[in-house]
Every structure is written in structure tokens, then in C-alpha cells.
T-cell receptor, first 112, second 114 residues
Framework: KQEVTQIPAALSVPEGENLVLNCSFTDSAIYNLQWFRQDPGKGLTSLLLIQSSQREQTSGRLNASLDKSSGRSTLYIAASQPGDSATYLC???????????FGKGTKLTVNP | EPEVTQTPSHQVTQMGQEVILRCVPISNHLYFYWYRQILGQKVEFLVSFYNNEISEKSEIFDDQFSVERPDGSNFTLKIRSTKLEDSAMYFCASLRDFLIDTQYFGPGTRLTVL
């Protein structure tokens, strides 16, 4: 079964802390791995996309890495801010398929 | 910045009724998707649509579901006879270039089946 797992399910940190969110997937034949942000009652906002040939992508305070051999991706958030509070979802796209398979997400709370 | 829009934001219906959820994808995008998220659960793929036909569908997408791009701008999801378990947030997404782009998601339609 094509599973994507995210740990932890929830994380609460003080403002300013650096943090890492984890994502693991069972099928290494991925096409790309994507990280999204979901605010309560809202849609999904794309944060970073890592192609299977890449090891990492960076955007501002966010850095995502991909290790296909171990089936893992991490999202690193530097100097967290209260505005970063949201649920972070990872999703993988498998070669030969158009569907994104999502993890359940990590709910992040950054406390002022 | 262009965005995917969805209407209505919230739809309440009685079990057995038909509903149509509407989406306007980003104008130069070629690939279109519907996903759903039952409260507290993962976002799940329903269907993808390219070149005016379904290109992939999940096991969830049975004969009760259909999609259409009636006029070159709208993309609709129809549920013919709603069930209680169809209550969920339904997201539309669109994509320009399958090889390099991410899917852009709309804000969702919350469907409540009573």
C-alpha cells in the first residue's frame, strides 16, 4: 500500500526555535515530493517541491530534503514565528501516476 | 497572482440529493483534479482530468461521481445521490506542466450531507 506517514502529529514550540518535520513514504519510486501548508478551514498552499533527482529545496526560512533510498523527507523551519502555525502536509507523486498521496500532517503551533 | 476558485464554500444537502461542486482552475492550466478530506483524515485523491477526459481515478470515484469541463473554464464534480459518508471538504486543483509544477489547490467546498 502506498503510505505516507508524518511524525509528529502535533508539535508546539516557542517562537524563534528551529524545528524539523518528518515525512516517510513506503515506495521509493517517487516522481516528486511536495510540502504543503493548510490553515484551518482553508485550502492547501504549496511550499516546496523536490523532484526525485534533487536532494533539497529552499525557500526563505524553509528547507526541504529528500532521501529516496531511506524513504524520508524533512521540512526544516528556521526561526519559527507565530504565523507559521498551521498543519504541514507532505505528499508524494509516484512515477506513472497523477495522484498525490498525502500524509495526515503535522499540526504546528508556534507560541509567542 | 492567479488562483483556483471554488463555489460554493459550503453546501448542505439531504441524503440522496444530487450536488454539483464548481471550480474555476487557473486559466492556462491543462490538468485538473478533485481531492477530498473527511474531517480529521488525510487528503484523498478522487480523479484527474486532462484533454477533456478522465486520466486517472481512485476507488472512491465510483458511478455516483462524475466530472465535466463544460465551457473551457469551469470544472465540476457531480455527486448523483449523496450519502452521509460523502460529507467532507472537496478540493479542486489544477496544474500547468506535469513535469515540473506543483498542483495549485482551491480553498475547498465543505459538503455536509444530512
Amino acid at each position: 500500500k502506498q503510505e505516507v506517514t508524518q511524525i509528529p502529529a502535533a508539535l508546539s514550540v516557542p517562537e524563534g526555535e528551529n524545528l524539523v518535520l518528518n515525512c516517510s513514504f513506503t515506495d521509493s519510486a517517487i516522481y516528486n515530493l511536495q510540502w504543503f501548508r493548510q490553515d484551518p478551514g482553508k485550502g492547501l498552499t504549496s511550499l516546496l517541491l523536490i523532484q526525485s533527482s534533487q536532494r533539497e529545496q529552499t525557500s526563505g526560512r524553509l528547507n526541504a530534503s529528500l532521501d529516496k533510498s531511506s524513504g524520508r523527507s524533512t521540512l526544516y523551519i528556521a526561526a519559527s514565528q507565530p504565523g507559521d502555525s498551521a498543519t504541514y502536509l507532505c505528499a508524494r507523486l509516484k512515477g506513472g501516476s497523477e495522484k498525490l498521496v498525502f500524509g495526515k500532517g503535522t499540526k504546528l503551533t508556534v507560541n509567542p | 497572482e492567479p488562483e483556483v476558485t471554488q463555489t460554493p464554500s459550503h453546501q448542505v444537502t439531504q441524503m440522496g440529493q444530487e450536488v454539483i461542486l464548481r471550480c474555476v482552475p487557473i486559466s492556462n492550466h491543462l490538468y485538473f483534479y478533485w481531492y477530498r478530506q473527511i474531517l480529521g483524515q488525510k487528503v484523498e485523491f478522487l480523479v484527474s482530468f486532462y484533454n477533456n477526459e478522465i486520466s486517472e481515478k481512485s476507488e472512491i470515484f465510483d458511478d455516483q461521481f462524475s466530472v465535466e469541463r463544460p465551457d473551457g473554464s469551469n470544472f465540476t464534480l457531480k455527486i448523483r445521490s449523496t450519502k452521509l459518508e460523502d460529507s467532507a471538504m472537496y478540493f479542486c486543483a489544477s496544474l500547468r506542466d506535469f513535469l515540473i509544477d506543483t498542483q495549485y489547490f482551491g480553498p475547498g467546498t465543505r459538503l455536509t450531507v444530512l
